[in-house]
């Protein structure tokens, strides 16, 4: 049964599921995959080397589905900050009308999308950026939590307290990320007060995600352990898959005796990361993951995983009704609301 939430009303969607922008990995493959599916699939601005790159790559994304996608947009500290005014010129100028953004000062570059009536998902970790960016008039949130993928910020919020925050504070819809990968976790989003979530590392491990079929594997073998945080002590926190370069930049974080960046810099060569994708060798470089890698079990097509948590989440719903009954149907047969303990224990039943 389809759903009918805010988000998928605001972006013409059937399934309310984001596919959160990923470098390396959101590339027209991916988002076109997620959007025929149903979910809004997102093309990763700075995968693409200049703006042009990325009005070629929207392009590809057309040809390959009708419905909606969006494009992240991911602003970071840089010494030279790529040419953020240039990307949104050209996703406006290709006419995509669904924007995530995610990163540090995103006034300026949400400021140019919504002239251009441009729909921004802002994605943020704490409420206090939540509140800047409704001050901005984006239209929904995306609210990470301390469990997901990358970059988690510094609170360490997870999202059972994040998310009920977020529903009694903020005024703009939002959407659940961070540790998502099925319908159960999707029904519990909307019961929290989320409109749908956005899910990053799950998409890694479809048929369609284009990266390599051992990085896959490795997902589906990992448990909620394997992740590791680093750049910690520089308070731009990662995380990250646990793999011998990471446990590597954490003990090299750790024994800086001068806590200079440079000191753990080799480790964490985005370079290094790339390759991860293309070779698949999971120890090449450090690579992005959530803990949510414990509870992936296989490499579905991004179709029959939309369509399962879709029946999933709907079915929980369903359970989750059974769960309660009327006023009037306290102490009738068939329960047993006056006395729970009674048959639930055998209390009654047996002389013991
Ligand atoms: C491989 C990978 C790369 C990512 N790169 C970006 C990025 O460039 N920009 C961004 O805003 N978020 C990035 N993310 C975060 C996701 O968009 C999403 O917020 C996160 O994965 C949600 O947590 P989950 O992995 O538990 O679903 C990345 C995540 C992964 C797994």
Not at 174 to 183: L, R
Not at 260 to 271: I, L, N, T, Y
Not at 272 to 293: E, S, Y
Request: proline letters at 5%.
């Amino acid at each position: 049964m389809p759903f009918n939430t805010a988000l998928t009303r605001k972006l013409g969607i059937r399934v309310p599921v984001v596919q959160g922008g990923m470098q390396w990995v959101g590339y027209a493959e991916l988002a076109s995959a997620v959007s025929n599916a149903g979910g809004l699939g997102i093309l990763t601005a700075l995968t693409q080397p200049t703006p042009e790159d990325l009005r070629k790559e929207i392009r590809k994304c057309k040809t390959m589905t009708k419905n909606p996608f969006g494009v992240n947009l991911t602003l970071l500290p840089a010494l030279v900050p790529p040419d953020y005014p240039a990307y949104a010129r050209v996703i406006i100028e290709e006419g995509v009308n669904i924007v995530e953004t995610a990163g540090n000062s995103p006034g300026p570059v949400i400021k140019q999308l919504k002239a251009a009536n441009v729909i921004i998902l802002h994605k943020c970790t704490t409420i206090r950026h939540a509140q800047s960016a409704v001050k901005l008039g984006v239209d929904f949130l995306s609210i990470d939590g301390f469990e997901c993928a990358g970059h988690v910020g510094e609170s360490d919020i997870t999202n059972f307290i994040l998310l009920s925050k977020a529903r009694q504070t903020l005024e703009v819809p939002f959407i659940a990320s961070g540790g998502f990968c099925d319908g159960q976790g999707l029904a519990a989003a909307m019961c929290l007060g989320a409109e749908g979530i956005n899910m990053g590392t799950r998409f890694m491990c479809t048929i369609e995600a284009p990266i390599h079929k051992n990085i896959k594997q490795t997902i589906v073998d990992a448990s909620e352990h394997d992740t590791e945080l680093v750049l910690r002590r520089f308070r731009n926190t990662s995380r990250l898959f646990k793999n011998k370069v990471a446990v590597e930049a954490v003990k090299a974080e750790r024994e800086s005796v001068s806590g200079k960046f440079e000191d753990v810099a080799p480790f964490v060569s985005g370079k290094r990361g790339r390759q991860v994708f293309l070779n698949g060798d999971k120890d090449f470089g450090v690579w992005t993951a959530g803990q949510v890698v414990g509870l992936i079990n296989d490499v579905p097509t991004c179709d029959e995983l939309l369509k399962r948590i879709e029946k999933e989440a709907t079915d929980q719903m369903t359970k989750i009704r059974s769960l309660y009954v009327t006023d009037a149907e306290v102490g009738t047969v068939g329960n047993n609301v006056n006395n729970p303990g009674a048959e639930l224990w055998g209390v009654g039943k047996s002389k013991l």
